[in-house]
């Protein structure tokens, strides 16, 4: 399955998103959850709007992703869950806390880690962050830290830019469940692969999880205004993917 996340196109509204998503041909929908002061905040929480988004172009939500401001406040986890459950998503994305954020490392620990049955229940995936130099490091970053976590969604241009080898992560981890697709350049990342297509033709040869979901930002477009080249740059990156996928399973 590849979805597309809401986070790649946020300048423009959901409604749109969920339009170019559906023209390009995506099995499915990640949509970011927004904090309190974003733009978009009340339509991403809305459950009926979601799913009159999901009807009204016929793609469904698959997976949910916390807003930014869940590493500071958790309290919205239940409004999460409750979510999910209205909307019957198969994800949950939460990021890997960092070694200063005690309280929320003290909150993945307890419920997430120590209750592997909410985790499986919902598909709480807990997502890499990228290691920065200076700060506080990601307190899941090295392949053994993420053995002991109930399910993973792996970012590849977040491995990349903590100048880590996907590959060995995909190769050592059978609880990568989902991937969260885009290139980093040296520079910034969630960038389009297809300026890199021998680098990702390889990694999705090793065969991804059962979602790759692209997620991408305005910067992966030359024009982020023209939606024309959006659709093309995101209908032949599906087409690439789909091609790898399909050969990988015949493989
Ligand atoms: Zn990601």
Known sequence: ???????????????????????????????????????????????????????????????????????????????????????????????TPREDQVQYNEWVKKTIIQNRALAEKYGILIENVHIKTGKANPVFKNIDDFKTSPAVCFDIAHALRSKQDPKLFIKSLDNIRQWHLSNWDGKDDHLSILEEKEKFSSLLNIGPAECICLELCPKAFLDIQNQEEIIDVLQRTLAFIRKKNIQQNIS
């Open 1 to 95: 399955m590849i979805t597309f996340s809401t986070a790649s196109l946020y300048p423009y509204g959901l409604n749109r998103i969920f339009e170019i998503s559906n023209k390009v041909g995506f099995d499915g929908i990640e949509v970011m959850l927004r904090s309190k002061n974003d733009i978009s905040y009340l339509d991403t929480w809305d459950a009926a709007y979601l799913k009159q988004l999901e009807i009204a172009n016929k793609i469904k939500i698959v997976s949910l992703h916390v807003p930014f401001e869940f590493e500071e406040d958790q309290s919205s986890f239940d409004r999460i869950i409750k979510l999910a459950k209205q909307i019957k998503t198969r994800y949950v994305i939460i990021h």
